[in-house]
């Protein structure tokens, strides 16, 4: 396993390099051959954060005096997510945003709960093939985040069953990686939060935080498989690992070593409320 990266926050990035074993010399040609079962290995995943070195900083020195800042995917960070419910921001009209943001660019946040029910509105539209931009045109430069769970509802996730289900206007649905791809094909976020059981920091029953941790590294890897052999989803998007494990320290480090090991854009970190 590779251990996690020390020193970033939640929007760095883990640089995960793919481990691939190169076939031995040997006089049979048999020995090259991988096993019929044997999966390729996933491609590395595409860097989208950048971190920028304060401007007064020596060279060499490790005191610098100024912010520390980066970039994500262009945008500058530290920045904060802009909560969208049914597609829309919450506090402005999108027009208004837009002019009070200028030139600027922002992270629209869409729950998968909400994107759920529109996939129908989204793929009828005349501009389907450009995702949930071709429907709601207030996206338009702007990233989109597709989170799992939804900061409007504290729990908006709920395990005990094969996949876990969200809530939504219309009732619970169920949504494992399966149903997040197939929504993912229609929207075409830009970086998309793998599902995962949330299990809140005071909740300490053994089995529950190993089972969330458990099926969060199953479904990340469905999902970044998927992601690596499916033409539908041949767009560029990015994916998020979630990390779960409760109130488990151990199942916490079991959790992130086994996401440093996958080609993950970034990490969000599961359990701890409302907020990623």
Not at 52 to 78: F, H, N, Q, Y
Not at 126 to 150: I, V
Request: aromatic share 4%.
């Amino acid at each position: 396993s590779v251990p996690p990266p020390v020193g970033r926050t939640l929007c760095d990035v883990a640089d995960a390099s793919v481990l691939i074993i190169a076939p031995r010399n040997c006089a049979s040609p048999m020995a090259e051959v991988a096993p019929a079962d044997e999966k390729p290995p996933l491609p590395p995943a595409e860097s989208i954060f950048e971190l920028i070195e304060p401007k007064d900083a020596d060279a060499g020195s490790s005191s610098a005096s100024g912010p520390r800042r980066g970039e994500l995917l262009g945008i500058a960070t530290p920045t904060f997510t802009q909560l969208t419910s049914r597609g829309l921001p919450q506090c402005l009209r999108p027009e208004v945003l837009e002019s009070t943001m200028g030139e600027g660019q922002l992270i629209y946040e869409l729950p998968i709960c909400d994107l759920l029910l529109r996939q129908d509105s989204v793929t009828n539209c005349p501009k389907a093939d450009e995702g949930c931009r071709g429907f709601w045109p207030h996206f338009g430069r702007h990233l989109t985040y597709c989170s799992y769970r939804n900061p409007r509802n504290n729990p908006s996730v709920h395990g005990g069953d094969a996949v876990c289900s969200v809530e939504t206007s219309g009732g619970r649905r169920k949504v494992g990686p399966k149903e997040l791809l197939a929504t993912q094909k229609v929207m075409r976020a830009d970086i998309v939060a793998a599902p995962g059981e949330e299990v809140d920091l005071d909740v300490v029953a053994a089995r529950r935080s190993q089972r969330s941790a458990t099926r969060a590294a199953e479904w990340l890897k469905e999902i970044l498989e998927a992601k690596a052999q499916d033409p539908a989803l041949g767009f560029r998007w990015h994916v998020l690992a979630s990390i779960q494990g409760g109130g488990e320290v151990k199942q916490r480090q079991r959790a992130c070593e086994s996401a440093a090991a996958m080609p993950v854009a970034g990490y969000c970190i599961g359990g701890d409320a409302v907020c990623s």
